[in-house]
C-alpha cells in the first residue's frame, strides 16, 4: 500500500475507534460558543493558528496551548484531536504522556498520534484529517523549517479549516516570521514558575507566558489579558487541575501563586520538643 493511502487509512481507524467511545460530560467542550477557556481566548472552531516557541525547549508548552485550545472544541459530535508530527523529530520534541494530559484535564482516549516521514506528507495528512467530521482539532508539530510550509500551505490549511469547521494549528520553533495566512500567531514560552503558598524556596505551579502576535483582540475574551509596549495582548498563564488559567494576583500571596492556604492552626515548629535549640 502506498505510503500516503496507508497514512490516511490509519487515520480513518484511529478516528472510527474514537468516535465509537462516549465523551463524558465533564470533559466536553462547548464548542464555539466558548470564547474563552480559563480567562484565555478561545480560538474557536474553522481557524487556523500558528503557534512559535522560541526553542524546542518549550515544546510542551506550546503543545499544552494548542491542546488547551482543543480542549474546548470537543463536542459530542467531534470527539477526537489529532496531534501528527514527523518520525525523526519525536526524539527532539516528544511525546504526549497519557497520565500528564489526565492531569491537564484532557481524557487521551481523545487524542490521536499520527506520524509521517516528511513534511509535505505532514501537510496533506493535516488537509486530510481536517475533513473528517469526528475531528474537532488538529495540531502539526513542525521542529524545523520546511520549504513545503509556506504562505501557500498555510492559505489551503486556512481554506481547508473554513470549510471544515476544524480548528488547525500549525506547532512552530524560532524566532523568524513570514508572511502566512493564518487566523491568529500566538508566542508560547515557559515561565518562572508560581511562588509556593507553603515554601517560599519550593518550586510552585508551572506557568506561561502566551502572546497574541497576530489576529487581534477577540470580543469577549475579559479582562484577563494586558498588553506590552508593543500593544501586543498577552497572557499569564498557570497550570492547575483544570489545564492552564490565567495567572491572577492572589492578595493573600502575592502574584503567580499556587492560591493554596497553610493548613488551619498550623505554626513553626522547633529544633526538639522542649529542648534549647542551641543546645
Known amino acids: ?45 474553522g481557524t ?23 480542549r474546548g472544541l470537543l463536542t459530542p459530535e467531534r470527539r477526537a484531536v489529532l496531534f501528527l508530527q514527523m518520525h525523526n523529530e519525536a526524539q527532539e ?12 484535564g484532557f481524557d487521551p482516549e481523545m487524542l490521536a498520534v499520527v506520524r509521517t516521514d516528511t513534511a509535505a506528507e505532514l501537510l496533506w495528512a493535516m488537509e486530510e484529517a ?55 500567531r500566538w508566542h508560547v514560552a515557559a515561565m518562572p514558575s508560581a511562588a509556593e503558598g507553603f ?27 494586558r498588553r506590552d509596549a508593543s500593544g501586543r495582548d498577552f497572557w499569564l498563564l498557570r497550570w492547575t487541575e483544570n489545564g492552564l488559567v490565567a495567572d491572577i494576583a492572589d492578595k493573600r500571596h502575592g502574584a503567580g501563586t499556587s492560591g493554596r492556604t497553610a493548613l488551619s492552626g498550623a505554626h513553626a515548629a522547633g529544633l526538639g520538643h522542649r529542648l534549647p535549640q542551641t543546645a
Not at 516557541?53 to 499544552?64: E, L, P, S, V
Not at 520534541?93 to 491537564?104: A, C, E, H, Q, W
Not at 517560599?200 to 489579558?225: D, F, H, I, Q
Open 199 to 225: 515554601d517560599a524556596r519550593a518550586p510552585g505551579a508551572a506557568r506561561y507566558k502566551v502572546t497574541l502576535e497576530k489576529g487581534g483582540r477577540r470580543p469577549g475574551t475579559g479582562g484577563a489579558g
Open 93 to 104: 520534541t516528544g511525546l504526549p504522556y497519557g497520565p500528564g494530559l489526565l492531569r491537564f
Open 1 to 45: 500500500m502506498p505510503a500516503h493511502d496507508q497514512v490516511i487509512a490509519d487515520l480513518r481507524a484511529s478516528i472510527e475507534s474514537i468516535e465509537r467511545r462516549s465523551v463524558p460530560a465533564e470533559r466536553q467542550g462547548s464548542g464555539e460558543g466558548d470564547k474563552t477557556a480559563g480567562g484565555v481566548p478561545q480560538v474557536g472552531a
Open 48 to 70: 487556523l493558528s500558528e503557534v512559535f516557541a522560541t526553542g524546542t525547549r518549550d515544546a510542551g508548552a506550546g503543545f499544552g496551548f494548542c491542546l488547551l485550545q482543543a
Open 130 to 184: 481536517a475533513g473528517c467530521n469526528g475531528v474537532a482539532a488538529v495540531i502539526g508539530d513542525f521542529a524545523r523549517d520546511y520549504k513545503p510550509l509556506d504562505f501557500t500551505a498555510s492559505r489551503r490549511l486556512g481554506l481547508r479549516a473554513e470549510t471544515s469547521g476544524t480548528a488547525l494549528f500549525v506547532l512552530r520553533y524560532g524566532v523568524a516570521r513570514e508572511a502566512s495566512a493564518a487566523t491568529f
